[in-house]
């Protein structure tokens, strides 16, 4: 049985910094994983997403230069390391994987099979 477990999220002041953890159990995804989240009344927006070896990474334009995906395979594991959090940041937050190739489209926009149960983020001002 194929299991996303995220974890380390919480409450930060504006400013402040979180690291959250995906550790995927069940199976190893040889492929690109990926973060996103989810607002209240809001759609899902993508976060993030990393290659098999790490050396492909995406961002979505809003946490660029703020937010750092890392994988380490040993350990069946993603990371998104969140600095410089804004109020705006505040949603939860879910890893995906194995993100499978869609024509056309870069990994924002692969499609991702198997979903954590999500964490919540919130950065008060």
């Known amino acids: 049985q194929v299991q996303l477990v995220e974890s380390g999220g919480g409450l930060v002041q504006a400013g402040g910094s979180l690291r959250l953890s995906c550790a995927v159990s069940?199976?190893?995804?040889?492929?690109?994983m990926g973060w996103f989240r989810q607002a209240p009344g809001k759609e899902r927006e993508f976060v993030a997403a990393?290659?098999?070896?790490?050396?492909?990474?995406y961002y979505g334009d809003s946490v660029k230069g703020r937010f750092t995906i890392s994988r380490d395979n040993a350990k069946n594991t993603v990371y998104l390391q969140m600095n410089s959090l804004e109020p705006e940041d505040t949603a939860v937050y879910y890893c995906?994987?194995?993100?499978?190739?869609?024509?056309?489209?870069?990994?924002?926009?692969?499609?991702?099979?198997?979903w954590g149960q999500g964490t919540q983020v919130t950065v008060s001002s």
């Open positions: 990393i290659s098999w070896t790490g050396g492909s990474t």
């Open positions: 995906a994987g194995p993100g499978t190739k869609v024509f056309g489209k870069t990994p924002p926009g692969f499609d991702y099979t198997y």
């Open positions: 069940g199976r190893t995804f040889s492929s690109y």
